[in-house]
C-alpha cells in the first residue's frame, strides 16, 4: 500500500481487524467467509479485535461463528470439480467492553460525548488491551461504520494509540445511509475529520444501495468492506 511505512522492509503478514461497535460484528464475518473461501490463496495471518460500550456487541462477540455453504468447486485429482460441503467455521474475536460506569453495557445511543467519555473511563483496560491484541501483528485494518457514537469516536482515538505503538495502519470507514438521517452523517463528518492525519490510509465505504430491503442493504455494505479487505491482503502478498 503506498501509504504504509513498512519499517526496514519488514513483511506484513500478521494483520489484525479491529472494530469498534456493533456493526464492526457483521464486517468481521464477512470478512471470515472471505478467509475461507480464500484459504488456499493467502499465507496472511489475520486475527480480530473489538471495543465497543455495548455489552450486547460483546455477547455476539462470544457467540462468534458462522454456518457457511460455499457453493465454490475444486478440481479433484480426477479433474473433476466437487463442491465444497456445509461446514462451520469459527473464528475468534478478541473482545473488550469499556465504558461501564457511564454507558452501564448499554451503548452510548450515537452520541459521540457519551463514547469518548467511555473511552477515557477505560483508557488503561483499553491500553493493556491492544498490548496484547497487537503483539506481532504487523498491521492493523480498523473496519467500522461512522455515524453512531463507538466507531465514530473510538476509532480515530484507537488509531492514535496503534500509531503511538508504531504500527501500520488502514482505516476502512463505513458511510450512513442516506436513511440513517442527518444527525448520523454529521457524525460521520466529525469523525473523519479527526481521523485524519492519524491513519496511514483511509478507504470510505459509500453505503448508498440499490437493494430494496435495509438488511440487504447492509449485507452489500459489509461484502464491500470484505473487498477492501482482501484487496489490501493481495497488495501485501505481491510485495
Same mark, same amino acid.
Given at each position: 500500500?503506498?501509504?504504509?511505512?513498512?519499517?526496514?522492509?519488514?513483511?506484513?503478514?500478521?494483520?489484525?481487524?479491529? %472494530?469498534? *461497535?456493533? @456493526?464492526?460484528?457483521?464486517?468481521?464475518? #464477512?470478512? =471470515?467467509?472471505?478467509?475461507?473461501?480464500?484459504? /488456499?490463496?493467502?499465507?496472511?495471518?489475520?486475527?480480530?479485535?473489538?471495543?465497543?460500550?455495548?455489552?450486547?456487541?460483546?455477547?455476539?462477540?462470544?457467540?462468534?461463528?458462522?454456518?457457511?455453504?460455499?457453493?465454490?468447486?475444486?478440481?479433484?485429482?480426477?479433474?473433476?470439480?466437487?463442491?465444497?460441503?456445509?461446514?462451520?467455521?469459527?473464528?475468534?474475536?478478541?473482545?473488550?467492553?469499556?465504558?461501564?460506569?457511564?454507558?452501564? %453495557?448499554? *451503548?452510548? @445511543?450515537?452520541?459521540?460525548?457519551?463514547? #469518548?467519555? =467511555?473511552?477515557?473511563?477505560?483508557?488503561?483496560? /483499553?491500553?493493556?488491551?491492544?498490548?496484547?491484541?497487537?503483539?506481532?501483528?504487523?498491521?492493523?485494518?480498523?473496519?467500522?461504520?461512522?455515524?453512531?457514537?463507538?466507531?465514530?469516536?473510538?476509532?480515530?482515538?484507537?488509531?492514535?494509540?496503534?500509531?503511538?505503538?508504531?504500527?501500520?495502519?488502514?482505516?476502512?470507514?463505513?458511510?450512513?445511509?442516506?436513511?440513517?438521517?442527518?444527525?448520523?452523517?454529521?457524525?460521520?463528518?466529525? %469523525?473523519?475529520?479527526?481521523?485524519?492525519?492519524?491513519?496511514?490510509?483511509?478507504?470510505?465505504?459509500?453505503?448508498?444501495?440499490?437493494?430494496?430491503?435495509?438488511?440487504?442493504?447492509?449485507?452489500?455494505?459489509?461484502?464491500?468492506?470484505?473487498?477492501?479487505?482482501?484487496?489490501?491482503?493481495?497488495?501485501?502478498?505481491?510485495?
Amino acid at each position: 500500500m503506498k501509504n504504509l511505512n513498512n519499517k526496514g522492509g519488514r513483511t506484513m503478514k500478521n494483520i489484525c481487524i479491529l %472494530g469498534a *461497535g456493533g @456493526s464492526s460484528i457483521n464486517i468481521m464475518k #464477512e470478512i =471470515a467467509m472471505q478467509i475461507e473461501l480464500e484459504r /488456499i490463496k493467502y499465507t496472511t495471518n489475520i486475527k480480530f479485535g473489538l471495543i465497543s460500550t455495548s455489552l450486547e456487541d460483546i455477547h455476539r462477540a462470544q457467540d462468534y461463528g458462522l454456518d457457511i455453504l460455499i457453493n465454490k468447486q475444486v478440481e479433484s485429482n480426477e479433474d473433476v470439480y466437487e463442491p465444497i460441503i456445509n461446514r462451520k467455521i469459527t473464528r475468534k474475536i478478541d473482545y473488550l467492553a469499556i465504558g461501564e460506569k457511564i454507558c452501564n %453495557g448499554l *451503548g452510548t @445511543s450515537a452520541s459521540l460525548e457519551i463514547a #469518548e467519555k =467511555a473511552f477515557y473511563e477505560s483508557e488503561k483496560n /483499553i491500553d493493556s488491551f491492544l498490548k496484547q491484541l497487537l503483539d506481532n501483528i504487523d498491521l492493523v485494518i480498523f473496519a467500522a461504520s461512522f455515524g453512531g457514537g463507538n466507531g465514530t469516536v473510538l476509532v480515530p482515538l484507537l488509531v492514535q494509540k496503534v500509531k503511538d505503538m508504531d504500527i501500520e495502519n488502514i482505516s476502512i470507514i463505513g458511510k450512513p445511509f442516506d436513511f440513517e438521517g442527518e444527525k448520523r452523517l454529521d457524525n460521520f463528518n466529525k %469523525g473523519i475529520e479527526k481521523l485524519k492525519n492519524k491513519t496511514n490510509e483511509s478507504i470510505i465505504i459509500d453505503s448508498n444501495s440499490n437493494e430494496e430491503s435495509v438488511i440487504e442493504k447492509f449485507k452489500e455494505r459489509d461484502k464491500e468492506f470484505a473487498k477492501v479487505v482482501f484487496k489490501i491482503i493481495r497488495e501485501l502478498e505481491m510485495e
